[in-house]
């Protein structure tokens, strides 16, 4: 059973850490966020993997621990020197990380609904599903986000 489990997260595990790293724009807390889901995945995988949808499974569990990560952050501790700052990017196109940047300045709840429609390509009905709320709020938080997103692009333009 754990060899069944290593060899299907060893080949989704670029997808997942991509689709954590967009929902909370940090690649560090996009592995951490990954690891949690994997690790509760492997404690349930006799009942997970007979699902037909393992991978739904773990990216719901991403979701969630995205979203209620707020709740979390009083665990926090602050240190008195700053971490190392993060490696430069590796080479992508400027628009690329423009958007990326953008998008971390969205509430999780926010930045979820466009994950899931432009990067998932989920439905409203799909988005409502996974986030437990219903289509309306799916449109609104959807609307906001786009506005939120057009505002902080056009700023940049700006300031450029």
């Given at each position: ?8 997260a ?9 689709y ?11 592995e ?8 509760r ?19 719901r569990t ?8 707020r ?8 240190t ?11 080479a992508?196109?400027?628009e690329?990380w ?6 971390a ?23 409502a599903e996974?986030?437990?709320c219903s289509?309306?709020?799916?449109k ?19 300031t450029?």
């Amino acid at each position: 059973m754990d060899a069944e489990f290593r060899d299907w997260a060893g080949v989704r595990l670029p997808a997942l850490l991509r689709y954590a790293h967009l929902l909370t724009g940090d690649p560090h807390r996009a592995e951490d966020v990954v690891q949690t889901a994997l690790t509760r995945t492997l404690l349930g995988w006799s009942r997970v993997h007979r699902k037909d949808d393992p991978e739904g499974y773990v990216r719901r569990t991403i979701l969630r621990l995205v979203i209620n990560d707020r709740r979390r952050s009083w665990r926090e501790h602050l240190t008195a020197s700053p971490p190392e700052p993060p490696p430069p990017p590796l080479a992508e196109p400027e628009e690329r990380w423009a958007m990326r940047a953008a998008l971390a300045t969205l509430p999780p709840r926010q930045r979820a609904v466009l994950v899931l429609r432009y990067y998932e390509d989920m439905s409203e009905a799909q988005i409502a599903e996974a986030l437990g709320c219903s289509q309306g709020t799916v449109k609104s938080q959807a609307s906001k986000a786009l506005a939120k997103l057009r505002a902080h692009l056009n700023e940049t333009e700006v300031t450029k």
